[in-house]
T-cell receptor, first 114, second 114 residues
Framework: DAGVTQSPTHLIKTRGQQVTLRCSPKSGHDTVSWYQQALGQGPQFIFQYYEEEERQRGNFPDRFSGHQFPNYSSELNVNALLLGDSALYLC?????????????FGEGSRLTVL | ELKVEQNPLFLSMQEGKNYTIYCNYSTTSDRLYWYRQDPGKSLESLFVLLSNGAVKQEGRLMASLDTKARLSTLHITAAVHDLSATYFCAVEWGSGGGADGLTFGKGTHLIIQP
C-alpha cells in the first residue's frame, strides 16, 4: 500500500518564478492538506482540499493556490516566488469521514528560492 | 488565533533517563497529536489523543491529554539513542469532526547520548 507520494523531492527556483508541487494521497484517502515547514520550525497549514474544493485555508497569501483532481491527487502552486518561500512543503492525506484527524505525511518537496 | 507552545525546545539527555516534553495550547480543543521527525525526513504520527484524560503508550513513549488545562505531555522512559529526533505536538482547529487544519508547536529537538 503506497503511502503519500510527492514530487519533485528537491527543486531550485529564482525569485519571481512560479512552482508547482504534486501530491498523491494514501490509498483510500480523499482529503489532502498542504503544509509549509521552514527550517527549524513546525509545519504551518496552507490549505486543505476535499471533493476538488478548498475546504480550509491558513494564513497564506493568494500567491499560494491549489487544486485537487478527481483521483484525489493535488497540486500546490506558488506564484511570484520570494526568498522567504524557501521551505519544505509537506503534503498530508486523511479520510475525511470517520476520521480521527490523524494525518499521513509525504516525504516533502524541498524548495530553494535564490 | 490558536497558539501551541512546546517546552523545552532543545533537550539533551543520557540514555536510561526519564524526561517529559510539555505542550500547551491557547484555545479549547479536544484533539491533539504527537509527531516525530528525523533529520531530513517527513513526519511520522506517534499518538492521537481525542478526549480529556486520554493516555496512549507505545514502547518507551507515553502521551497524555488534559483538555481543561490545555496541556499534553510526552513522557520518555529509560531513553535510548534511537529516540533522538524532533517531536512536534499539533492541535486541531476548526469545527472538528474531520480532518481540519492542525497548528503545530515549534518542536522539541531531542538528543539522547550514550
Amino acid at each position: 500500500d503506497a503511502g503519500v507520494t510527492q514530487s519533485p523531492t528537491h527543486l531550485i527556483k529564482t525569485r519571481g518564478q512560479q512552482v508547482t508541487l504534486r501530491c498523491s494521497p494514501k490509498s483510500g484517502h480523499d482529503t489532502v492538506s498542504w503544509y509549509q515547514q521552514a527550517l527549524g520550525q513546525g509545519p504551518q497549514f496552507i490549505f486543505q482540499y476535499y471533493e476538488e474544493e478548498e475546504r480550509q485555508r491558513g494564513n497564506f497569501p493568494d500567491r499560494f493556490s491549489g487544486h485537487q483532481f478527481p483521483n484525489y491527487s493535488s497540486e500546490l502552486n506558488v506564484n511570484a516566488l520570494l526568498l522567504g518561500d524557501s521551505a519544505l512543503y509537506l503534503c498530508a492525506s486523511s479520510p475525511l469521514m470517520m476520521s480521527t484527524g490523524e494525518l499521513f505525511f509525504g516525504e516533502g518537496s524541498r524548495l530553494t528560492v535564490l | 488565533e490558536l497558539k501551541v507552545e512546546q517546552n523545552p525546545l532543545f533537550l539533551s539527555m543520557q540514555e536510561g533517563k526519564n524526561y517529559t516534553i510539555y505542550c500547551n495550547y491557547s484555545t479549547t480543543s479536544d484533539r491533539l497529536y504527537w509527531y516525530r521527525q528525523d533529520p531530513g525526513k517527513s513526519l511520522e504520527s506517534l499518538f492521537v489523543l481525542l478526549s480529556n484524560g486520554a493516555v496512549k503508550q507505545e514502547g518507551r513513549l507515553m502521551a497524555s491529554l488534559d483538555t481543561k488545562a490545555r496541556l499534553s505531555t510526552l513522557h520518555i522512559t529509560a531513553a535510548v539513542h534511537d529516540l533522538s529526533a524532533t517531536y512536534f505536538c499539533a492541535v486541531e482547529w476548526g469545527s472538528g469532526g474531520g480532518a481540519d487544519g492542525l497548528t503545530f508547536g515549534k518542536g522539541t529537538h531531542l538528543i539522547i547520548q550514550p
